[in-house]
């Protein structure tokens, strides 16, 4: 498996709200739904999720009353949810004298989003609090929080993917694509709106949209050159992956024009690059060194150990801060 990322989770949604105590129609409300009934966010964060009100299967638009459980962990108005102190809270709303099943509200200084054999997961790094993140298959080897939700891979026949996605609404994951992919590499969110996949070329999403043909997204394609491993730098300008040259490997740097702008090594065997949160290093897995873990300056100068452990990393990501890292160490490579 591959640990993954650790991130702030966030956003923003639609809520529905209305007039009427019993609904503008005068129907008697019979049930008040939310979007979702599991949520995990960090300290920084809010999140803002909906609420339905029907009679019989017939949508009915009311005034809805919000509720949290324990105000010390998170509030809530209007939908949005507001978190306080780390713990967990009860969401409910409420229409007409019928209250929502309650949503589970989990927040923390910090999550790690991670997957298991059942699923997606997310813990936090001093390993209090450790949950699965309902609605998501298992077995996933990369993945990505991003404004609307979590974009990840899932195995299919052969060497084939499906690019899946949960949205923070909802209690489900859906394919964004129709198709099977070939191989997906990595999936980043893109800083300037969007997902970018990596799949032997390039592609973009502007956002977390069902597609039926991914070409039509194709955002980054070199003649001879495969991308697989890769990052995109906070400013939104550079991008850097583990490439093949023909049959050459490298860790190259690209303009998002697909200009190549730099090779950072004549060697391949790379693993994971990840920017730092200020864009100015480079971190990375070498699985044919003696050092898991290097750090080399966005230029790639400076390169060096920072890690020796284990044998092989499948999984890297910096904390917010840059102070700290993620990752997931095979032990032995096989």
């Not at 509720?67 to 949005?80: C, L, Q």
């Not at 190259?252 to 702008?261: E, H, N, S």
Request: net charge negative; proline share 5%.
């Amino acid at each position: 498996m591959k640990l993954k990322y650790l991130v702030f989770l966030f956003a923003p949604i639609f809520f529905l709200s209305g007039c009427g105590e019993n609904g503008e129609n005068g129907n008697d409300i019979t049930s008040v739904t939310l979007s979702t009934h599991w949520i995990a966010m960090t300290l920084s964060e809010t999140r803002t999720i909906s609420a339905s009100t029907g009679n019989g299967g017939s949508f009915i638009t009311a005034n809805i009353d919000w509720a949290s459980d324990d105000p010390s962990v998170a509030t809530v108005s209007s939908g949005v949810i507001s978190p306080i102190g780390a713990g967990t809270a009860l969401i409910t709303a409420s229409a007409g004298g019928i209250s929502s099943i309650a949503c589970t509200v989990h927040v923390a200084e910090d999550w790690i989003l991670y997957s298991g054999p059942d699923g997606l997961r997310v813990i936090t790094p001093d390993d209090t609090r450790d949950m699965a993140i309902p609605g998501t298959p298992g077995l996933a080897e990369t993945m990505a929080w991003t404004t609307e939700g979590i974009a990840f891979d899932s195995p299919g026949p052969y060497t084939f993917d499906y690019l899946m996605f949960r949205e923070f609404d909802s209690d489900t994951s859906r394919m964004l694509c129709a198709d099977t992919l070939n191989q997906i590499y990595d999936i980043r969110e893109d800083p300037n709106g969007g997902i970018l996949i990596s799949s032997f070329s390039i592609y973009r999403l502007p956002s977390a949209v069902q597609v039926p043909d991914l070409s039509s997204y194709l955002f980054i394609e070199i003649a001879d050159v495969t991308f697989q491993d890769m990052d995109i730098h906070p400013s939104g300008d550079v991008i850097v992956s583990s490439v093949s040259f023909g049959s050459t490997a490298r860790l190259a740097t690209f303009a998002t024009d697909g200009t190549i702008l730099d090779t950072l090594t004549t060697h391949g065997g790379i693993d994971c690059p990840r920017f730092s949160p200020d864009g100015t290093e480079i971190a990375y897995g070498y699985s044919f060194a003696t050092g898991n873990l290097w750090i080399m300056n966005t230029d790639g100068s400076g390169a060096a150990i920072a890690i020796s452990e284990g044998s092989y990393l499948t999984g890297l990501d910096w904390s917010p801060d840059g102070s700290k890292f993620v990752m997931c160490l095979r032990n032995p490579a096989y």
